[in-house]
Each structure stands twice: as C-alpha cells, then as structure tokens.
C-alpha cells in the first residue's frame, strides 16, 4: 500500500504560479513512477506530467510543456509540480498517482492515487 497526499493548491490569477507537492508513504514508496493528472468536472482524468524513479525521465502533455516543471526528491518521497504561466484551462482538480508500468500516460497504469487538491486560474 502507498499513499499519497497532495498539498499546494489554491486560486491564482492568470500569468501566476503554483507549486504542488506530492508525499509518499507506504510499501516501497521510492520505487515507483510518479505522475500528475488533472481532471475537470465531467471530463476523463488527464495527463499532466511523470517522472522516473530516479528522477532521471520526465514526460509532459503538449498542453503544458514549458510552463510546467516535474521534479522529485528520493530522499523525503516527495514529487513536486512546479506550474508557471498558469491559464484559465488549467483549472482542474490535480492528482497525484503512482505506477509500476512501463507507461505513464495513462490513467489506468496508475494503481494509487491521492485525494486531489483544487488550482483555480481565474482570467
């Protein structure tokens, strides 16, 4: 069993920025691949960012490459989203999850998930 508890979110103006952090505990937490997904009411979860075990891999959705930063520290089982240039689309409710599989993108390669935190970009 892992869990995962996200922390960060909150109501920014358009331009601003966020940070999300993600924490880790439980069975084995460093060995899994960590992602970001965010999903709006109504809408399928989706894909925001993963990162590698090592930290050495990082993915992102076209959607937010540049403005968006995956990053994680082994030692405190923490992974963080770093988000910039926030848009108004960008308001979701923004999970944090956890796999094993080779693929990342995917909401079903994921087996544990936090409880989500809300970021709100208003215009």
């Known amino acids: 069993q892992v869990t995962l508890v996200e922390s960060g979110g909150g109501l920014v103006q358009a331009g601003g920025s966020l940070r999300l952090s993600c924490a880790a505990s439980?069975?084995?937490?460093?060995?899994?691949?960590m992602g970001w997904f965010r999903q709006v009411v109504g809408e399928e979860r989706a894909f925001v960012a993963a990162?590698?075990?090592?930290?050495?891999?990082?993915y992102y959705a076209d959607s937010v490459k540049g403005r968006f930063t995956i990053s994680r520290d082994t030692a405190k089982n923490t992974v963080a989203l770093q988000m910039t240039s926030l848009k108004p689309d960008d308001t979701a409710v923004y999970y944090c999850?956890?796999?094993?599989?080779?693929?990342?993108?995917?909401?079903?390669?994921?087996?544990?998930w936090g409880q989500g935190t809300q970021v709100t970009v208003s215009s």
């Open positions: 999850a956890a796999t094993l599989s080779d693929s990342y993108r995917s909401a079903y390669d994921y087996a544990y």
């Open positions: 990162i590698s075990r090592t930290g050495r891999y990082t």
């Open positions: 439980g069975r084995a937490a460093d060995v899994w691949d």
